[in-house]
T-cell receptor
Framework: AQSVAQPEDQVNVAEGNPLTVKCTYSVSGNPYLFWYVQYPNRGLQFLLK??????LVKGSYGFEAEFNKSQTSFHLKKPSALVSDSALYFCAVRGLNSGGYQKVTFGIGTKLQVIP | EAQVTQNPRYLITVTGKKLTVTCSQNMNHEYMSWYRQDPGLGLRQIYY???????DKGDVPEGYKVSRKEKRNFPLILESPSPNQTSLYFC???????????FGPGTRLTVT
């Protein structure tokens, strides 16, 4: 069975400092990995994805993520945090189950708090 | 405008009263899915559909039904709602395995 772990319920970072939100995964076959962000009282918005190719992927709002196959990780990063980055971040893995159907598994989410 | 719509946005109901939450997308996506979001549990997949008339259970399907008779619509049916189904529900669609999902605005359901 596939799974996603986000080990930190909350990450606090000072504005201007680099931020990292951690994610590890387990899936059969090639991983299709995604990061989404949820602002208060809003739906989820896509940030970035890893499908294949370069291990460092760039996405919206200056975010990037590093895929590490040996550590089965896909950590979200940003060089300089903004107060407006404060939100709930979800990591997700998409894979095929034994029946060939697509299944999506999300992590429990990490609340990012950027302190002015 | 490309979007996923859900109705209603807010619903308060009583135990046992059947309800349907509608979901519609205008992007001609084959894949559609329902999730529930609960504090401390993240998003959990309820049901998903690979295409018309093709559906499968997600991680938490108990108490829910779905149907996919048209490509654009994927309603979620609660035949006999119970208080443990009080949650925030999201519908999503995408074009394929490697594609991002587009999420609806959410439906906040309270079952008393």
């Amino acid at each position: 069975a596939q799974s996603v772990a986000q080990p930190e319920d909350q990450v606090n970072v000072a504005e201007g400092n680099p931020l990292t939100v951690k994610c590890t995964y387990s899936v059969s076959g090639n991983p299709y990995l995604f990061w989404y962000v949820q602002y208060p009282n809003r739906g989820l918005q896509f940030l970035l994805k890893y499908i294949t190719g370069d291990n460092l992927v760039k996405g919206s709002y200056g975010f990037e993520a590093e895929f590490n196959k040996s550590q089965t990780s896909f950590h979200l990063k940003k060089p300089s945090a903004l107060v407006s980055d404060s939100a709930l971040y979800f990591c997700a893995v998409r894979g095929l189950n034994s029946g060939g159907y697509q299944k999506v598994t999300f992590g429990i989410g990490t609340k990012l708090q950027v302190i002015p | 405008e490309a979007q996923v719509t859900q109705n209603p946005r807010y619903l308060i109901t009583v135990t046992g009263k059947k309800l349907t939450v509608t979901c519609s997308q205008n992007m001609n996506h084959e894949y559609m899915s329902w999730y529930r979001q609960d504090p401390g549990l993240g998003l959990r997949q309820i049901y998903y559909s690979m295409n018309v008339e093709v559906t499968d259970k997600g991680d938490v399907p108990e108490g829910y039904k779905v149907s996919r008779k048209e490509k654009r619509n994927f309603p979620l049916i609660l035949e006999s709602p119970s208080p443990n189904q009080t949650s925030l529900y999201f519908c999503a669609s995408s074009s394929g395995l490697a594609s991002q999902q587009y999420f609806g605005p959410g439906t906040r359901l309270t079952v008393t």
